[in-house]
């Protein structure tokens, strides 16, 4: 009996994107491409944004996979896989991507003897540059003091202020389009 022959696969064509579709608000989401062309470039943007608009974007290299900060707003946003044609971005995939509203939870003790160690758990989107800070009630939310980067580690010990008096531990997203915002807050005495 005679062999048939196989049929030939056919090999894929183009590059491929592998990203998801929902995410937090400021939460950094990992994506995967294959088959991209040299100097391709990953962004965000708005749907009917054009090509050379992004609000986050990032090259590729020869990495198959690549970190994105989700902007901090909750909306209807796309991935986009951008090449370049006569040296202006071209949009060579695109994938939709929804963002949700932003949470944050904080855990520590309500108390704390001045300069003492603070245990302290903050879980929130993790972005890269979102942080875990103690500082007093009425300071702004790009407000600094002893801090540690969730995205690193959700708990860390902090050292409790010289000065007593009334604190608050705040998980401040730090995300693209809102800038610095508080999304937890947990009141802390220094005594």
């Known amino acids: 009996m005679a062999q048939q022959p196989r049929p030939q696969q056919r090999q894929p064509q183009g590059p491929n994107l592998s990203a998801p579709r ?3 608000a400021g939460a950094m989401a990992t994506v995967f491409v294959s088959r991209a062309p040299a100097n391709a470039r990953l962004a965000i943007s708005r749907p ?5 608009a992004a609000i986050v ?14 902007p901090g ?3 209807s946003f796309e991935w986009r896989l951008l090449g370049e044609s ?14 949700t509203e932003p949470a944050a939870t904080l855990a520590a003790p309500a108390r704390v003897a001045r300069g003492n160690p603070l245990p302290v758990r903050g879980i929130g989107p993790n972005g890269d540059r979102d942080r875990v800070v103690l500082v007093k009630p ?3 939310p790009e407000a600094q003091g002893p801090n540690f980067f969730p995205a690193e580690n959700v708990e860390s010990t902090l050292e409790a202020p010289a000065e007593p008096g009334a604190y608050e531990l705040r998980y401040v997203m730090d995300a ?4 610095s915002r508080v999304l937890a807050r947990r009141e802390l005495l220094v005594e």
């Open 22 to 24: 929902t995410l937090m």
């Open 48 to 52: 009917g944004d054009p090509p050379d």
């Open 57 to 70: 974007a990032s090259p590729l290299g020869q990495v198959p996979a690549l970190s994105l900060p989700a």
């Open 73 to 75: 707003e909750v909306g």
């Open 86 to 99: 006569d040296g202006k971005p071209v949009v060579l995939l695109r994938q939709p991507l929804v963002t």
């Open 138 to 140: 009425d300071a702004p």
């Open 176 to 179: 693209p389009l809102t800038g």
